[in-house]
């Protein structure tokens, strides 16, 4: 197994055991780029720097009651890989509050000198 593979599967592990900060803080770089799907008012699109990220995923938990959640992966191609998710979720904040909902998601991981040094979200948002 290669490196790209064996962090694929540390996060993937991580996630499973609802263990998400803890991912970000062992494989993640100081200087990660995040970018997601779309803009959003609360955050921009594109996120540099391993503290940012870090406040995001704590703005996530905080405003989602998480019902489920499934991850599936990693599906390794060179120095990236991909993992996917499925949340069963209720916002807690947002145009969204109180309305349960499902979210699918796919991530693409970058990795060099055996950090994941990008991570790119691709979902749907709805009309």
């Known amino acids: 197994m290669n490196n790209t593979f064996e962090i694929g599967k540390k ?15 062992t494989l993640d770089s100081p200087n990660i780029v995040s970018v997601e799907a779309v ?8 996120m540099d720097g391993i503290a940012a990220i870090r ?10 009651e998480i019902h489920s959640a499934e991850v599936k992966g990693p599906f390794p191609h060179g120095d990236r890989f991909i993992v996917y998710f499925k949340y069963d979720i209720t916002p807690k904040d947002g145009p969204m509050k109180g309305k349960r909902m499902q979210m ?20 749907h948002r709805g009309s």
Do not use: M
């Open 55 to 64: 406040s995001k995923f704590q703005w996530w938990i905080q405003n989602h």
């Open 104 to 123: 699918d998601e796919a991530a693409l991981y970058t990795v060099a000198n055996g950090k994941i040094v990008q991570e790119e979200f691709f979902y």
């Open 11 to 25: 996060l993937v592990d991580f996630c499973k055991q609802g263990k998400d900060l803890e991912a970000i803080e």
């Open 39 to 46: 803009a959003d008012p609360r955050f921009p699109q594109r």
